[in-house]
C-alpha cells in the first residue's frame, strides 16, 4: 500500500459527482472523439510498451477507456485480460463494441474504492490515457495513489497528460464544454514520484487534434513502474 490509505479518498466521492457534467459531455461526443482525434502515435506507442512489458494474459486496468480504441482493442488484441471503465455509459458501450473481448464498467475512479474490481494489489497494468487530467489537480495525487495501490508490486502505469499549467480550466471541446488541468513536465514528473511510482520511460508528442476548437497540445507520456 501506498502511504496514501484508502480513507484518504473522500474528495474523489465528490468528484465523482462533480464530474457528471463530463460525462454528459462525453456521451454527446460519442463516435465524434475519433474522427476528431484520429492519430494517436504516442498512445499506440506506450501501449505497444505496456503490453511488451507484461507477460501474457496480464490483467490490466484501462481507466478512462473512451471508445476503446486504439488502447483497448491494442491490448486485448496482445492476449492481454482488459478491463475499462468510464464515467460515459455511451463511451462504455462504444468501449465494448470495439474491444468485445474486453470487461468494460461505468464507473469513476473514485468507485475502485473497497475492492470494486479486485481491489489492492489486482492488475499487473494499468493504463491512464488523459483521463487523469478530468480532475482539479488537487484530486490528481489520490487519484495517483488509489492507481498505485491497484498495481501489485512492480506493476506498471502509462500515463499520459497534456503538457500545460492549467487546473480545472474550462476549454470548448467537440461542441460540448469540459473542464481539464495539466502540469508542465517537471511538475508532472515530481507529482508521479511523490504517489510512490518510479520513472523507466517518457516521451512526448506534439499534437494538432483535426477538431478545430481545441488548440495544438503538447502530450506527455510517462512509464511508470510501482516502487
Known amino acids: 500500500m501506498s502511504a496514501t490509505s484508502y480513507d484518504a479518498y473522500e474528495g474523489l466521492n465528490r468528484l465523482a459527482l462533480d464530474r457528471a457534467g ?105 493504463t491512464a490515457y488523459f483521463s487523469l487530467l478530468m480532475m482539479p489537480r488537487a484530486e490528481i495525487p489520490c487519484a495517483l495513489g488509489m492507481l498505485h495501490d491497484l498495481l501489485r508490486p512492480g506493476g506498471l502505469l502509462a500515463l499520459a497528460m497534456v503538457e500545460a499549467d492549467i487546473d480545472d480550466f474550462p476549454i470548448p471541446f467537440l461542441g460540448s464544454t469540459i473542464r481539464v488541468s495539466g502540469y508542465l513536465r517537471d511538475d508532472l514528473r515530481r507529482v508521479v514520484r511523490d504517489a510512490g511510482f518510479d520513472i523507466v520511460g517518457e516521451d512526448s508528442y506534439a499534437y494538432a487534434p483535426s477538431s478545430t476548437d481545441v488548440p495544438p497540445e503538447i502530450q506527455l507520456f510517462l512509464h511508470l513502474r510501482r516502487a
Open 22 to 126: 463530463q460525462a454528459e459531455a462525453f456521451d454527446a461526443i460519442g463516435d465524434q472523439y475519433e474522427t476528431a482525434f484520429p492519430h494517436k502515435e504516442g498512445q499506440i506507442a506506450s501501449g505497444a510498451w505496456l503490453s511488451g512489458e507484461l507477460p501474457a494474459g496480464s490483467r490490466i486496468l484501462d481507466a478512462g477507456c473512451g471508445t476503446g480504441l486504439p488502447t483497448a482493442r491494442q491490448l486485448s488484441e496482445a492476449g492481454h485480460r482488459v478491463v475499462g471503465i468510464d464515467l460515459s455509459p455511451g463511451m462504455v458501450k462504444i468501449a465494448q463494441a470495439n474491444a468485445p473481448v474486453g470487461e468494460f464498467h461505468r464507473l469513476d475512479i473514485a468507485d475502485l474504492r473497497g475492492g470494486r474490481l479486485g481491489g489492492p494489489g489486482s492488475f499487473d497494468g494499468i
